[in-house]
């Protein structure tokens, strides 16, 4: 399970969105987070890129021992 959300616009954490219990949708175990996340792009002169980062510190173990899950997207880029 990840616990943790990081939303990071043209290389700065913008912010971390904490993921448990709360935020996971009910009528499906596998959507830990289904939410609409603005981005402040208005400083970006020719556009801006998003990447998120998942991750979480139960350990993979026996597959991966002393290792957390870790997920990043591609980036997103948007346009003005």
């Known amino acids: 399970d990840v616990d943790s959300l990081e939303v990071i616009v043209d290389g700065l954490?913008?912010?971390?969105?904490?993921i448990d219990a709360a935020t996971a949708d009910p009528t499906n175990?596998?959507?830990r987070l289904r939410a609409d996340i603005p981005v402040d792009v208005s400083m970006a002169a020719i556009g801006s890129w998003v990447v998120l980062v998942a991750a979480g510190g139960?350990?993979?173990e026996p597959?991966?021992?002393?290792r957390g899950p870790f997920a990043v997207s591609n980036p997103?880029?948007?346009?003005?």
Request: aromatic residues 4%.
């Open 13 to 18: 954490t913008v912010t971390t969105i904490l």
């Open 76 to 80: 997103i880029f948007l346009l003005r």
């Open 58 to 60: 139960a350990p993979l």
């Open 29 to 31: 175990p596998v959507v």
């Open 63 to 66: 597959v991966h021992p002393d």
